[in-house]
């Protein structure tokens, strides 16, 4: 699997997700500056977490204006898979990759520790090693991750499964008690209709080796290595 991370001002998670990709791989991804308009053709493009651009404006706003991002879209209509991830799903979604929005935080702080994470479905690209109704742990660490979209849009998500995990409490109850942000109907992640591009808060790329406190998040980057290679 040949994967590319895309770099902005202000991107500070790009290395953790370039390290996990080449412990399932064995190979060291294409690292991809905001102001490239083209890069080599890869299986993946991963948008990474961090404060693209400070996040001045509105998270994620700028960076989706960036030339890098309008090759990310062309290729993304031509089905290459999209892994955007905390700052990356922020910038997705103002991109129009994805439904919805990324607000500040119900509290009004920054958090930062490990949720649990209810696994909607193992039928796409990036869940396919994992159960659906699985509970994981992952890391989050955002201000702005309380995912909000209209009844409408979250009916279609509902009816055609592109919700991709909910925060929950160990025991995968959905609760507010294992929400730690707010986010509607304890959404932590969607894909989009194909369920090629997917964007989530939390950081599986943090969660790969014991060292780092837990492995659950490696099963996604070897079920993306399993389907793209």
Known sequence: MKAA????????REVDVAQAIELVTGRKPQMVWHGDGDFEKTDLIVVPGGFSYGDYLRCGAMAAQSPVMAE??????QGVPVLAICNGFQIVTEAGLLPGTLMRNAHLKFVCRDVHLKVETSQSLFTNRYQADQVIRIPVAHAEGNYFASEDT???????????????APDGAVDAGGNPN??????????????????????PENAVEPMFG???????FEGLVDALS
């Open 5 to 12: 991370v895309l770099v902005f001002p202000g991107s500070n």
């Open 72 to 77: 990310v879209k062309r290729r993304a209509n």
């Open 154 to 168: 979250l009916k279609q998500l509902e009816d055609r499964g592109q919700v991709a995990f909910r925060y929950c």
């Open 182 to 203: 707010g986010s509607i109907r304890n959404i932590a992640g969607v894909f989009n209709e194909t369920k090629t591009v997917m964007g989530l808060m939390p950081h």
């Open 214 to 220: 837990g492995c659950d998040g490696r099963a996604l």
